[in-house]
């Protein structure tokens, strides 16, 4: 099992930088680094690349709307290029507020679109003449729209790889059907090892089944905050994993409409009904902290990783049996390079 860490795109960038260079030789595997609407992600890991050598790194996520399609493929070969093969392309759809109200391009057909997106990118990276009519994207041009002299090319370059991994962070129903089938892996969120099979589990055996097998196993990246030590029981526990309530409640609550809210749909199917109509209930009517406040201790026990050595095995054992590959962490409650060093003994 790989570990990876997410850096923080409100954060000191230049900070994370460091700390991702030693955790780098503390067992660290692998970096994503998140778009949103802040910096844009691809400039920030060119400078990862070069500050690392052996770690990989990738995309956490960018969207399929503000760029076409081949220039993700372009960007991806050539972030593939400087960091020396260490490259991952994290894919997902984002959202209308953001697709819309910060880039003014219309939020349509998210699914097929990511799809079309993966066929460019390995077309292109294969160096292929870009030719593909899908129902979101058509290179060249079709006849009739714009000048007339557009004409199928290939990339001028010889990418490092011509089949760079790609990772769909895909959260519901015919997406995650999708991911199973097409990605190389996939970025769930609020991933529970022991009941996700309630939320993802006939999409991703749907997916699976349909999968060419050639492109092996699934991947999947999921996990949480780690705390390592005899000291986090009790209440010191709680302490640590009441620090992930006001991001919960932030998605679970307040991300999308009332009636069209993905992660709060998540939280219902893992058996929290109640508590995330609470949960949205409070956050829409302003009550953050009353929202943060109603989100279930035990999802906040399941989907992170804090307590004794001994309980932090036996959940890694629960994550290993569930197909994650790579463990996704943010270090807390100690020093980082400590948390991650203990993670790699116990996996190993």
């Known amino acids: 099992m790989k570990l990876s860490m997410m850096i923080n795109y409100s954060g000191d960038f230049h900070a ?25 992600a691809v400039s920030q890991l060119g400078y990862l690349a070069a500050k690392t050598s052996k770690i990989e790194i990738g995309t956490g996520i960018i969207n399929v709307y503000s760029r076409t399609a081949t ?21 997902g ?16 057909k998210p699914m097929a679109r990511i799809r079309d997106y993966i066929n460019v990118c390995r077309m292109t990276w294969k160096r292929e003449p870009v030719v593909y009519d899908g129902p979101t994207v058509q290179v060249p041009l079709p006849e009739g ?9 290939k990339i001028i370059n010889h990418p490092v790889r011509n089949d760079i991994p790609i990772f769909w962070a895909s959260l519901m129903g015919l997406s995650v059907t999708a991911t199973a089938q097409y990605a190389d892996g996939w970025l769930p969120i609020f991933f ?18 349909k999968r060419d097998a050639d492109r092996g196993q699934l991947q999947i990246s999921a996990g949480g905050m780690v705390a390592i030590g005899d000291e986090f029981v009790g209440e010191k526990k709680q302490q640590i994993l009441d620090m992930a309530r006001p991001n919960i409640a932030l998605y679970v609550g307040g ?7 993905f992660y709060n749909t998540i939280c219902q ?8 109509i609470e949960i949205q209930d409070r956050y829409l009517s302003g009550d953050k902290s009353g929202a943060a406040g109603a989100v279930p201790a035990e999802m906040l026990e399941k989907t ?42 116990i996996i190993d």
């Open 93 to 108: 759809a984002s959202g209308p507020q953001v697709i819309e109200g910060f880039h003014g391009v219309p939020y349509e």
């Open 145 to 153: 729209q714009g000048t007339g002299l557009g004409k199928p090319l």
């Open 16 to 40: 994370d930088v460091q700390k991702v260079c030693d955790l780098e030789n503390a067992g660290l595997d692998l970096v994503w680094v998140p778009e949103a609407y802040s910096f844009d």
């Open 71 to 91: 220039c993700v493929a372009q960007t991806a070969a050539g972030l593939d290029f400087v960091s020396g093969g260490r490259f991952i392309l994290g894919l």
């Open 269 to 276: 199917k893992y058996g929290y009904v109640d508590e995330a």
């Open 192 to 209: 529970d090892p022991d009941k996700f099979h309630q939320v993802w589990g006939d999409e991703l055996k749907a997916g699976t089944a």
């Open 304 to 345: 992170n990783l804090v307590g004794p050595a001994g309980e932090i095995k036996e959940r890694l054992a629960a994550y290993k049996e569930a197909g994650v590959t790579h463990l996704s962490v943010s270090p807390v409650g100690g020093d980082a390079v400590s948390t991650v060093e203990k993670l790699r003994e």
């Open 255 to 261: 991300m999308g409409a009332r009636d069209k809210n």
